[in-house]
Nanobody
Framework: HVQLVESGGGSVQAGGSLRLACAAS?????MGWFRQAPGKEREGVAT???????????CYADSVKGRFTISLDNAKNTLYLQMNSLKPEDTAMYYC????????????????WGQGTQVTVS
């Protein structure tokens, strides 16, 4: 079982920055950040492979490329999302997710989810 605890959300003005953190317990093969705005479907923001199985591959949504950076601190088993040049359309609940199976990682059908942290950009 993997437990995920997010932190770092908040309110910021357009053009500002925030950093989200997700502390994970247990072994994972992949982790990622997803977001869901009111009335919209959940979308993947950024994902990466946390084990050698995935070769360290990163993936970003087109809408955040060049502005957001996903990273992993292996020693702390903590995933980060550095968000720069924030826009009002980035406003959403952000969720950290993870999985232990490569098949789930490939299809981005994660089985472990955090409680979410709100990001509001005005």
């Amino acid at each position: 079982h993997v437990q995920l605890v997010e932190s770092g959300g908040g309110s910021v003005q357009a053009g500002g920055s925030l950093r989200l953190a997700c502390a994970a317990s247990g072994y994972t093969v992949c982790m990622g950040w997803f977001r869901q705005a009111p009335g919209k479907e959940r979308e993947g923001v950024a994902t990466l492979y946390t084990s050698a199985t995935g070769g360290g591959r990163l993936c970003y949504a087109d809408s955040v490329k060049g502005r957001f950076t996903i990273s992993l601190d292996n020693a702390k088993n903590t995933l980060y999302l550095q968000m720069n040049s924030l826009k009002p359309e980035d406003t959403a609940m952000y969720y950290c997710a993870a999985d232990r199976r490569l098949s789930s990682c490939v299809t981005r059908n994660y089985n472990y989810w955090g409680q979410g942290t709100q990001v509001t950009v005005s």
